[in-house]
């Protein structure tokens, strides 16, 4: 596996991180509305009216669009990394044609060779 392969689902894992906890955070609809973290309900904090807003129907639904973006921010990251990490990138000495100095393995977890194959799509084998 190359270093990007490697690194890759750590960084993925830290932005689905980041994105839950931001659901697990209250926020403020508006200047002295509070509400609850999206992922426990977004439920008012205070019902006094502010203005127009009705805390019990805009907080859960603010709550409910903060949900949503951190769902979609997380399955981006998740689609983004399992891309990254399934596309077979070509390394430099595979490029000029130095097949023999190919250090970096790829796992051939299907089909009929097994163990650790090199990379380049010209020729097949193990090492």
């Known amino acids: 596996m190359t270093k990007a392969q490697k690194v890759t689902p750590f960084a993925m894992l830290v932005v ?3 994105a839950v906890g931001w659901s697990l955070l209250p926020f403020q609809f508006i200047e002295g509305v509070d509400c ?3 992922l426990l309900g977004g439920q008012p904090r205070t019902d006094e009216l502010v203005g127009l807003v009705l805390p019990d ?3 859960p639904a603010k709550a409910r669009s903060r949900l949503l973006t951190s769902a979609i921010i997380a399955l981006v990251a998740a689609g983004a990394a399992t891309a990254a990490v399934a596309l077979q990138p070509i390394s430099p000495q595979c490029s000029r044609g130095d097949h023999d100095a190919c250090r970096f393995g790829w796992g051939n977890l299907l ?3 097994s163990g650790i194959g090199c990379q380049c799509d010209c020729h097949q084998g193990e090492f």
């Open 16 to 18: 689905i991180f980041l």
């Open 57 to 59: 129907e805009d907080c």
């Open 36 to 38: 609850d973290a999206p």
């Open 111 to 113: 089909g009929e060779d």
